[in-house]
Structure formats: C-alpha cells, structure tokens
T-cell receptor, first 115, second 114 residues
Framework: NAGVMQNPRHLVRRRGQEARLRCSPM?????VYWYRQLPEEGLKFMVY????????ESGMPKERFSAEFPKEGPSILRIQQVVRGDSAAYFC?????????????FGPGTRLLVL | AQSVTQLGSHVSVSEGALVLLRCNYS??????LFWYVQYPNQGLQLLLK??????LVKGINGFEAEFKKSETSFHLTKPSAHMSDAAEYFC????????????FGKGTKLTVNP
C-alpha cells in the first residue's frame, strides 16, 4: 500500500518564477493537508482540502499561494512569483476522515529553494 | 486557539539512558495529542496518539507518553535510548469538530551518544 507521494522532492526556482508542488494521498484517503516547515521551526498548517473543496485555508498567505484537490489527480500547491522567503520544506498529509483523532500520514516533502 | 510548547530544542542522552521529551499543550476543548518523529530529509512518522481512551499511550519503537490533564502535559519517554532514536520529535495537538489541522510544537532534536 503506497504511502503519501509528493513530487518533486527538490525544486529550485529563481525569484519571480512559479512553483507547483504535487501530492497524491494514500489510497482511500480523501482529506489532504498542506504544511510548511521553515528552518528551526515546527510545521505550520497551510490548507485543508477535500476533493474539489477547500475546507480551511486559514494558514495560507493571502497572496501568491493557492491550492486545489481536483476530482481526478493529485492535490496541487501553487506558489506564484516566488520570493526567497518561500524557501522551505512543504509537506502534504492525508487522512481517511476529518475527525481530529484521525492519523494524518505525511509524505516525504518537497524542499523548495528560491535563488 | 490551540498551542504546543516543547521544552528544550535539543536533548542529548547516552545510549541506554532514559529519553524524556517534554510537551505542554493549551486547548480550549479536550484535545487529541500526537507525537511524530522526523528523520533527516524525510517526512513525519506517527509514534503515538492520545484520543481520550487510556491516559498512558504506547507507541512504536518502545516509546510511550502519558496524558496529564492537570499539568496539560503529554511528555514522551523511552526507558532505554538506542542510536537509531536520533531524530527530531514533534508534539502536536488537534481539536474536535471542523477542520482538524494539527498544531505543532517547534520540535526537539534528540542526539544519542555512544
């Protein structure tokens, strides 16, 4: 049973470019969460999605960041016009349900470096 | 609002010694609590979770944690450290109802000395 998959694992972008991060949840999971990890920081929640719906985007920066989880295909976190401060590890997690006690299973992360 | 405080960003123990990683939480509702481990350049792996059943929770790799409501704590322990336990450990809290995002502490990096 494959775990949560993220690609690419490493992504290098120049300032002003776009970054697209992909996440395929575990089989049977319809709930996806995105977190960002900055150096020396814990993980910070960004957005929670179910298929075709954004449920909670309270952690998303107001500009340049967007996320989707289409009916078919992976969840996408998109960062437009990247800046150096966007350099971080971005983790996706999935769960089978939305109860707070459900375990969130994490992918290996995408490490974004903005030059 | 929920929050987690992990005391000690770095903890160093000798192989075979007791591991104690501290976590205190703040929550306006009865919390669910989690400990995750992260090895270098990898994602997070669940060690154990508290979901209001037994207050002493046993997890993988010999770790356990005790939920103490009066102290708002959920400290992680292991009786005897192994070299392979060297990693970063994160405590997290989630609520009940609605979007069940995890709120993480800043993490504790565990070093195990031979």
């Amino acid at each position: 049973n494959a775990g949560v998959m993220q690609n690419p694992r490493h992504l290098v972008r120049r300032r002003g470019q776009e970054a697209r991060l992909r996440c395929s949840p575990m089989k049977g999971h319809s709930h996806v969460y995105w977190y960002r990890q900055l150096p020396e920081e814990g993980l910070k929640f960004m957005v929670y999605l179910q298929k075709e719906n954004i449920i909670d985007e309270s952690g998303m920066p107001k500009e340049r960041f967007s996320a989707e989880f289409p009916k078919e295909g992976p969840s996408i976190l998109r960062i437009q016009q990247v800046v150096r401060g966007d350099s971080a590890a971005y983790f996706c997690a999935s769960s089978p349900g939305s109860s707070g006690q459900e375990t969130q299973y994490f992918g290996p992360g995408t490490r974004l470096l903005v030059l | 609002a929920q929050s987690v405080t992990q005391l000690g960003s770095h903890v160093s123990v000798s192989e075979g010694a007791l591991v104690l990683l501290r976590c205190n939480y703040s929550s306006s509702v009865p919390p669910y609590l989690f400990w995750y481990v992260q090895y270098p350049n990898q994602g997070l792996q669940l060690l154990l979770k508290y979901t209001s059943a037994a207050t002493l929770v046993k997890g993988i790799n010999g770790f356990e944690a005790e939920f103490k409501k009066s102290e708002t704590s959920f400290h992680l322990t292991k009786p005897s450290a192994h070299m392979s336990d060297a990693a970063e450990y994160f405590c997290a809290v989630s609520g009940r109802g609605g979007s069940e995002k995890l709120v993480f502490g800043k993490g504790t990096k565990l070093t195990v000395n031979p």
